[in-house]
């Protein structure tokens, strides 16, 4: 799964994603009691130390098709820790489960599962209609994004409503290769947020085509100081004439920290 990017300038994003107990982030309603109960316990215990007993699974299955939400929640969770394969099936039901946790942890499960048909698993969770959904498969991206989930990630960049999936959709194109991921990130070059149009100069410079280097170069003009120095580091990463040329031109940027990043990449050469 895709690990930690590591951003010179950029704020830190707090995103709530698909975790074992999820309260505090769910968007599919409670249908559970409220209380911590010997099911919840015995699920946690699944996912944490494995099967104890031979009912485990079993168990496990039918708390995820018959549980409250927090339950089910934990199912899904405890089910993709042990990647029982014959959890496939009902798994794959619980895709259609009312709450976006549960959806969220079952997408999870079953990408560790590693079934042949991975890259449908991750469009199912991109297409679903919750943002944390989409949130937290965007998350659990491989770590070269598919080529077939470039369109569907270009149109989450553009037309979600929530901050955290434009940014992550622009940190997944970012891991993309080929034809036309330039032009799905420059979709997200003008992003109302600036932090979106910062993750959108970073991606720009990893995807390793010259094509991004206009794009970037309009980036230089940004309002915000982050956008214009991750754009400007961006575009070091392209040892092409134009490339540099645009960086020399930041060497006298209002804001020091950008002039700092052009300088060092002048001084390299």
């Not at 560790?112 to 498969?137: C, E, I, M, N, Y």
């Not at 965007?138 to 770590?143: I, N, W």
Request: glycine share 10%.
């Amino acid at each position: 799964m895709r690990s930690e990017r590591s951003l010179k300038v950029v704020a830190a994003l707090g995103l709530c994603l698909s975790i074992v107990f999820a309260a505090g982030c769910n968007s599919g309603g409670s249908d559970d009691p409220g209380e911590w109960s010997e099911a919840h316990e015995r699920l946690q215990t699944i996912g944490d130390h494995g099967m104890t007993a031979g009912d485990d699974v079993p168990f496990a299955l039918e708390r995820l098709e018959n549980g409250g939400s927090t339950e089910r929640v934990l199912a899904a969770w405890a089910l993709g820790e042990i990647r029982h394969a014959g959890a496939e099936p009902k798994l794959r039901e619980a895709l259609d489960d009312r709450n976006a946790n549960v959806r969220a942890n079952v997408v999870g499960a079953l990408l560790k599962l590693k079934p042949a048909d991975w890259v449908d698993v991750l469009a199912r969770g991109l297409a679903d209609k919750d943002p944390f959904v989409q949130q937290s498969t965007l998350s659990q991206m491989s770590d070269l994004t598919p080529r077939a989930l470039v369109e569907p990630i270009s149109g989450l960049l553009v037309d979600s409503g929530d901050e955290a999936v434009r940014i992550g959709s622009a940190d997944a194109l970012g891991e993309a290769r080929g034809d036309g991921v330039a032009d799905a990130l420059a979709r997200g070059a003008g992003d109302e947020v600036k932090d979106v149009r910062v993750h959108v100069a970073f991606a720009l410079g990893k995807i390793e085509d010259s094509a991004a280097i206009p794009v970037l170069a309009s980036l230089l003009e940004d309002e915000s100081w982050e956008v214009r120095a991750n754009a400007v580091q961006a575009l070091g990463k392209y040892r092409e004439p134009a490339a540099l040329e645009a960086v020399r031109g930041m060497l006298d940027d209002p804001n020091s920290s950008v002039r700092a990043v052009a300088g060092s990449i002048v001084d390299a050469g």
